[in-house]
């Protein structure tokens, strides 16, 4: 399987080289050459089976060239041996065909460990092999570092640089990072905001002489090819466990960076039945004022009930742009260079085939509140506020009602408790057992000035053979 770029310049890569990179040198995301195509008969034989076998058979095509059956195998059943439900991302019914997948078993209870505890052994594995090293450097408003953080503490190729902004995130979300012991763990709280934290990676990324060319950088966040890879599985796990492939489902999916639910859309085309998809965005609705406005235009920055969906502009969209513009890289590069400046349109026939491919709906605080609070009363099961979202458009734009609507549940509720307490309810989510001691547990981690060069001075010095 090759790798080509959404910007039509950079050279082709194999998977290694894709897992190891961030943006494609044209400034591009890396998508498959070609999607691995199942039919009906070989999703439906795959009924019954464990997590990480399902997920071995949707994702070997992805990694064949570089990794042998045996290892991905083991991998795979490491990587899922870690989530807190034999079922690994085990759904929950609302009403009537209306389902929650929940996605938050794992780790730090938000779905990006799917990804991200896979990440990290994909790379330690590569690194093993090539007898390499890197440091991933990652700026987060919450959960993207845990996951990372938790997903690459073992690695023994990897040192892991998170920054966030000093004092603003939440103090579970902290401390879900903080608290990991490890040597090649550091934690910089920076003080400024997360577009400081951005800005800096950014900055590193393009210019890595700070690293005196003994290791380089490698990215966590989802413009990471594996990270999608990895959150295809799921969508196949619900279908079969509600009886597809022989009937069709419909996916409510909460998105911020458009990762997941770009996901759902590459499920589809790689033969799963999926007869409607959800956008759910809150109030940053970039995605859902192109859906139903044909007009890409960024928006100032809100700050939400739901945090990890406050996002201006959607970087994963790229790759479905891509699609939208038959895979034409010069077309995608001329859009974005004008996006950057200011409101852009596709033609119209290209936004008419968006449509029919995605449903969208935004959903601001209040009703937020309103749904966490209603689907409590009626069936005393807590939403998060992201899952929430999903849960309301899902209902807000379902087609058929003879089609199982299932809402990909992004994070447990005890992640974000001021949501809930703004929905008014009483009831306080409670941590699983794995973290009831969180707010004992000794932090770590170092602030420094909204300083490029002091934060990679701290990084050329800390590294683990520096
Ligand atoms: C990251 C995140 C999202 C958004 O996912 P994207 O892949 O950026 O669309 C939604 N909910 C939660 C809880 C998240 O952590």
């Known amino acids: 399987m090759r790798y080509i770029s959404t910007r039509g310049e950079a050279p082709a890569l194999g998977f290694e080289d894709v897992l190891l990179t961030g943006l494609a040198t044209d400034g591009g995301l890396y998508v498959p050459e070609s999607l691995p195509h199942f039919s009906v008969e070989e999703i439906r034989s795959w009924r019954g089976l464990p997590y990480a076998e399902l997920a071995y058979k949707v994702m070997y095509p992805f990694v064949e060239d570089a990794i042998p059956a045996d290892d991905f195998r083991k991998m795979l059943g490491e990587t899922y041996s870690v989530f807190s439900h034999q079922a690994v991302a085990p759904l929950v019914q609302l009403d009537t065909n209306e389902w929650v997948m929940e996605l938050f078993r794992g780790p730090t209870l938000a779905f990006k460990d799917f990804a991200l505890q896979l990440l990290g ?42 920054l966030h902004p000093y004092q603003r995130v939440s103090e579970v979300q902290r401390r879900q990072m903080t608290t990991v012991q490890g040597d090649n763990i550091h934690n910089i709280a920076v003080k400024g905001n997360f577009d400081d934290c951005q800005r800096m990676v950014k900055e590193s ?22 990270r999608i890879m990895a959150q295809i599985v799921y969508y196949f796990q619900a279908s079969l466990a509600l009886g597809g492939p022989d009937r069709s489902m419909a996916f409510s999916v909460p998105t911020g960076n458009f990762g997941d639910i770009f996901a759902g859309y590459l499920a589809k085309k790689m033969g799963l039945p999926i007869s409607q998809l959800v956008i759910a965005t809150n109030r940053n609705d970039i995605l859902h004022r192109f859906m139903s406005g044909n007009k890409y235009e960024q928006h100032q920055l809100e700050h939400t009930l739901s945090p990890s969906m406050d996002i201006m502009v959607s970087s994963n969209f790229e790759r479905l742009l891509f699609d939208l513009h038959g895979r034409d890289g010069a077309a995608v590069k001329d859009l974005l260079e004008r996006a950057a400046k200011g409101p852009v349109s596709i033609e119209d026939y290209r936004w008419k085939h968006a449509r029919k491919l995605f449903d969208s709906d935004a959903v601001d605080d209040k ?17 998060d506020p992201h899952t929430a979202i999903g849960v309301r458009a899902a209902r807000n734009c379902r087609r058929d009602s003879t089609v199982p609507m299932i809402t990909l549940g992004t994070a447990h509720p005890a ?10 309810l009483v009831v306080k989510p409670q941590l699983p057992a794995h973290m009831a001691d969180l707010f004992e547990r000794e932090e770590r981690y170092t ?10 001075g701290f990084i050329a010095k800390h590294w683990k053979n520096a």
């Not at 210019?207 to 594996?226: E, R």
């Not at 602030?447 to 990679?456: G, K, P, T």
Request: glycine content about 8%.
């Open 121 to 162: 052994r994909l790379l330690d594995y590569v690194l093993e092999k090539r007898k390499q090293h890197v440091v991933i450097m990652g700026a987060t408003s919450g959960d993207t570092g845990s996951a990372a953080i938790e997903g690459c503490r073992r690695c023994e190729h990897v040192d892991i640089f998170i």
């Open 205 to 226: 990324f393009g210019n890595q002489s700070f690293l005196g060319g003994k290791t380089q950088l490698a990215a966590v966040n989802s413009i990471n090819w594996a």
């Open 367 to 383: 009703t937020t509140c309103d749904t966490i609070r209603d689907i409590y009363e009626k069936n005393e099961y807590l939403l």
């Open 415 to 424: 992640k974000f408790p001021d949501a809930i307490s703004e929905s008014g």
């Open 447 to 456: 602030v420094l000035d909204n300083n490029v060069s002091e934060v990679q």
